[in-house]
């Protein structure tokens, strides 16, 4: 799995909302010194909606099918996500690897091999229903370990959602890591708006 943070709004977009809100524009340069502060206790107040005026977009790359179909359940999120066809022509041309599939690294010796045929089998029965019907029939068997690419355009208060509810068991735990890993591409002056949801 690899994320990488494309594009990031400032945390000044939320102290400039806040502020709006209660006519105080005028304390803008106080706390943009002290941004943590002031967004701290916008989010004790529950007042979250505005720190939606920060957005994120990430590049994640090798997520599993399993866990795209979870992640695409927050409705609050953007997704532009690599097509079914175009990652059954990675099967088709011949490159049915370990590489293109997730294993959990709980399998180890005999289980793990045994994961690795049934989904190289399955990716193979793909790749011939797809060669003699085309891969409109053919994608209907992909397994869900099967890897996927996609960007993902959220906004701060949906993102601490998604940690609240998937940095740990019971979400499942490919979803943990990909929590983990968003988190360690966040900049830094940002992180301090999700560690709650790892501790
Ligand atoms: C451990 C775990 C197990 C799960 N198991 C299942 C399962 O067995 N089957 C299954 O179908 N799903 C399952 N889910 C998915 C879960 O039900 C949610 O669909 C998913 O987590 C998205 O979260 P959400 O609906 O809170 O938020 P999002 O879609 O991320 O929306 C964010 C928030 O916006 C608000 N919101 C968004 N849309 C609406 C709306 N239409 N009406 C009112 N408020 C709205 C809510 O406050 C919501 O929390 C599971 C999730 C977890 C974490």
């Known amino acids: 799995m690899k994320v990488e943070l494309l594009s990031h709004s400032p945390l000044s977009n939320i102290i400039h909302a806040g502020l709006t809100c209660t006519d105080r524009l005028d304390k803008l340069p106080h706390y943009l010194a002290f941004p943590e502060t002031f967004i701290n ?29 979870q992640l695409a359940r927050h409705r609050l999120i953007s997704l532009s996500v690599q097509s079914t066809r175009w990652a059954l022509d990675r099967v088709l041309d011949g490159t049915v690897m370990e590489e293109l599939f997730y294993v959990p690294e709980e399998l180890e010796g ?12 399955q990716l193979q029965q793909a790749r011939t229903l797809a060669e003699a019907f085309g891969n409109d029939v053919g994608k209907y068997i992909i397994p869900e370990c099967m890897y996927t ?3 993902m355009t959220v906004n701060a208060r949906e993102l601490r959602h998604i940690f609240q509810l998937r940095a740990k068991p019971p979400a499942l735990k490919e ?6 890993e968003i988190y360690n591409v966040l900049p830094d002056s940002h992180k301090f708006m999700f560690e709650e949801f790892l501790e």
């Open 175 to 180: 979803f943990n890591i990909l929590v983990r």
């Open 41 to 69: 206790r916008l989010l004790r107040a529950g007042h979250e909606s505005v720190i939606e005026h920060v957005v994120y977009t990430f590049k994640i790359e090798d997520i599993t099918r399993g866990l795209l179909q």
């Open 110 to 121: 005999a289980d793990r091999d045994k994961y690795i045929e049934v989904a190289l089998k």
């Open 149 to 151: 690419d996609l960007v």
